[in-house]
């Protein structure tokens, strides 16, 4: 036993040093929380601003995430190829955190439908490069510093986690903030971290410039549209995608209005999984070093079907609490590893296939936010779970019936 013992401490501590030594990384790590906990600040009640605060209608709030999420795609696409030429990452990451900052400026002054859909369709949508760029540079990162293909999957899955941890806290203050402060300062704070955010960018981020042969830019497109193993994966994250943005808008309606629970037990619900995410990350991330990564994502799929099964059979607000830890188990797989397997299919351009795997997720939200307007606004709040289940199952069925082989993939 005591071998066992001091191995695995052995392990943790060249882990831990590998985290240390690689130059700029500890900074993105708290960047990345940063930007996670600005995002949980949010997103836990985004549903409940547009439908309660500015007075949305389920189906005009559909709408709404639709258009918001096709410009994001549209914009960060255009952005995440400048950024495999010749623009450097840094200044794309500045203008992100600046369009954030003046994005939730205005929404913590405006309740006009017309004017929230502006800007969540064109600030917002520049916003939204962020996320790609900032998981593009920190891939280049780890590849500057030499670090081990091997190990490169391990600390992509710790610079998640640095994002789960903001959310284990996030949401439960929110909800405080939002008793106290409402929608307006809440707004007003997040505007404030992204500021701060871009300040620390500024201060401590080098710049990053990674020139692409035109040849090889050229080649991406097809690749992405005439592979059946990556097209397959594009939807099925997409549909698992969905799932989950159905969930994440659909839950405080659930609660408050089907289960009679508050906003405070909303922010403790979406402040569950993340004290789970991190141990399970870090497992699984272990795990991906070792172990064919698309049966992980197998095993992450099913846990979700399993997952929005349960949803829709609970009968009071206290039931959600231990089922969100397969939340944090579905979660800490699929959207811990993928990024690694997604960079993997087109290794020589991390800022195009971080946003071909952020594309995917947009568009899922895409289908989430139209599904949910759709669904909430005919039938009820526990109909979305069915929904859910579907998409989730969609999803396994997806990647099974691609065929994937562990070799098809460099990590």
Do not use: H
Not at 172 to 195: E, N, P, T
């Amino acid at each position: 036993m005591q071998p066992i013992i001091t191995t695995s401490v052995n392990k943790a501590r060249s882990y831990l040093s590998l985290i240390f030594s690689v130059k700029q990384f500890v900074i993105l790590l708290f960047i990345n929380f940063m930007i996670g906990l600005s995002v949980s600040f949010y997103v836990p009640f985004n549903s409940l601003f547009s439908l309660e605060e500015v007075g949305m209608s389920n189906l005009s709030f559909g709408y709404y995430m639709v258009i918001g999420s096709l410009s994001s795609v549209l914009i960060s696409s255009i952005i995440g190829s400048r950024s495999d030429s010749s623009t450097s990452r840094k200044k794309l990451l500045m203008l992100a955190f600046l369009f954030s900052t003046i994005g939730f400026i205005i929404f913590a002054f405006s309740r006009n439908y017309y004017v929230l859909l502006l800007n969540s369709a064109v600030i917002m949508g520049v916003a939204s490069c962020g996320t790609p760029q900032i998981y593009a540079y920190a891939k280049e990162v780890l590849e500057n510093n030499s670090v081990d293909q091997n190990k490169i999957p391990f600390l992509i899955n710790i610079f998640r986690m640095s994002y789960a941890l903001s959310w284990t806290c996030g949401p439960a203050l929110a909800a405080l903030l939002l008793v106290k402060f409402d929608f307006k300062g809440v707004f007003l704070i997040v505007a404030l971290l992204y500021f701060l955010t871009l300040i620390i960018i500024m201060l401590f981020l080098k710049q990053s410039k990674l020139v692409v042969s035109k040849k090889a830019r050229t080649k991406v497109l097809p690749l992405i549209f005439g592979n059946k193993k990556i097209l397959l994966t594009f939807i099925a994250f997409m549909f698992i995608t969905a799932a989950g943005y159905i969930n994440t808008m659909n839950m405080s309606q659930y609660v408050i209005k089907s289960l009679n629970g508050s906003e405070s037990q909303v922010g403790i619900i979406f402040s569950v999984p993340p004290l789970f995410e991190i141990p399970f990350m870090v497992y699984f991330g272990l795990l991906a070093i070792k172990n064919n990564v698309v049966k992980l994502i197998k095993i992450g799929m099913i846990i979700a079907v399993i997952y929005y099964m349960l949803l829709i059979f609970v009968t009071d607000v206290w039931n959600i609490y231990p089922i969100q830890i397969l939340s944090a188990a579905y979660i800490s797989i699929i959207m811990g590893v993928s990024i690694s397997y997604f960079q993997g299919l087109i290794p020589d351009e991390p800022g195009t296939t971080s946003t071909l795997y952020t594309n995917a997720t947009r568009l899922g939200s895409l289908v989430g936010y139209l599904l949910f307007g759709l669904i909430t606004q005919f039938l009820d709040y526990r109909n979305a779970y069915i929904c859910c289940v579907i998409l989730a199952a969609l999803s396994l069925v997806l990647i099974y019936s691609s065929n994937f082989k562990k070799e098809s993939v460099r990590l």
